[in-house]
């Protein structure tokens, strides 16, 4: 009669021959059976991620085609079998964000259509997380995004540095939301010269909590910004002049309301010392740079004499590049969740820090049904 042994199987491959990654990853191959890596996009800046994350799995990214019709209707054509499989479809978001939209829907409704088993959206990027809170007669379109992608088809998303933490609320299927803190906190300690003279700096309050994270791991202070720029037109729709000075008696009179003063923020001001200080602004998205711009030059008034911004997502719109060069930012660090490779063509103070390794570890986690807490390990509440 046979012995039944039971226990973990031994690997057949030796561990001392697999190559070690940053923060303790290992560069596994994976290719089996179960399970495809799609890109929603096929040009070439959208799918340099998706090469390097089937790069770091050892699997082949999926054969498919996307492309706009000549009236700008989105196509997708699938390549191969999807049937019964897990699939990963990695959509970064270019400058064209509703095109971007149209093609993750498309593919996701083209593969449950296939019959693919699940349909896992990596999404490092996710657009209008700045629409998830109602402003007025708006809408909270982050909320309209999160049922359409339900409803075509995706049953998992894995994102990064969400611009709200409660966008996870808007879904009704699970959404990991990783860090790319670790990543940016590692180009700190390496690639700025006595970093111990840093101080880590808030550029509003609304970003203190993700700064003092920073900081504390750091072991560096905290100065954080508070005011606005004189812009002509900064924000002008955000209520501060409601209700009108004048009380108009249309309607019914009986009701008093006490008459409210018009909001007012003062100029930009430092809590903090800087002086003789590197400084470093945190922040989740630097897209108008029009605000770092005129934090760096308050902060070069108070003394400070090296200025760098740290960012998880470069969207970098409009001139932001030219304004960038013409700054006293010395330097701009993001992550490649989204395509910049134009803008730092235009501006060599950009650099980028590469966070491939992370979700690739987290496709290879979610396929083979293991715990996601080792990628939040040291990771703080509000960061």
């Known amino acids: 009669m046979p012995i039944r042994r039971f226990g973990g199987h031994r690997s057949l491959v030796s561990h001392s021959h697999i190559p070690k990654l940053s923060y303790g990853y290992t560069r596994m191959n994976i290719s089996r059976t179960g399970y495809r890596v799609f890109s929603a996009n096929s040009t070439t800046a959208c799918t340099e991620l998706a090469k390097k994350i089937t790069e770091r799995l050892g699997v082949e990214l999926g054969k498919s085609v996307v492309y706009q019709e000549s009236n700008k209707e989105t196509r997708v054509d699938v390549k191969e079998s999807v049937r019964g499989q897990d699939i990963f479809i990695i959509q970064t978001i270019p400058r064209d964000v509703n095109t971007a939209i149209m093609e993750l829907l498309v593919m996701a409704y083209a593969l449950k259509t296939s019959c693919a088993k699940n349909i896992i959206g990596v999404i490092p990027y996710f657009p209008y997380s700045k629409q998830c809170k109602m402003r007025k007669r708006g809408s909270i379109v982050c909320k309209l995004l999160a049922s359409m992608l339900a409803k075509a088809g995706l049953t998992h998303i894995i994102t990064m540095d969400l611009h709200q933490k409660e966008i996870q609320g808007f879904f009704n ?195 083979n049904g293991e715990s996601m807490a080792y990628l939040f390990r040291n990771i703080a509440v509000d960061d």
């Not at 010269?193 to 003092?212: E, F, L, M, T």
């Not at 590197?278 to 200025?307: C, N, P, Q, T």
């Open 173 to 367: 299927f699970p959404v990991d939301n990783l860090r790319a803190s670790p990543f940016l906190i590692q180009y700190i300690q390496e690639e700025i010269p006595d970093y111990r003279n840093a101080i880590i700096v808030a550029k509003s309050p609304s970003a203190a909590k993700r700064a003092q994270s920073y900081a504390e791991r750091l072991r560096l202070g905290l100065a954080v910004m508070h005011g606005e720029a004189n812009h002509s037109e900064s924000d002008m729709a955000d209520g501060r002049q409601s209700p009108p000075l004048s009380r108009t008696t249309t309607g019914h009179t009986g009701l008093e309301l006490p008459l409210m003063m018009a909001k007012e923020k003062p100029p930009i001001t430092v809590v903090g010392d800087v002086g003789g200080r590197i400084a470093i602004i945190i922040d989740d998205i630097i897209d108008d740079v029009d605000d770092f711009v005129a934090a760096a030059e308050i902060l070069k008034e108070r003394g400070a004499y090296k200025i760098y911004i740290m960012a998880t997502h470069g969207l970098l719109s409009a001139d932001a590049p030219r304004l960038i060069e013409e700054s006293a930012i010395d330097e701009v660090v993001v992550t490649n969740t989204v395509p910049h490779e134009l803008q730092k063509l235009q501006c060599p103070k950009i650099k980028t820090v590469d966070v491939s390794m992370i979700l690739a570890e987290a496709i290879r986690r979610i396929h």
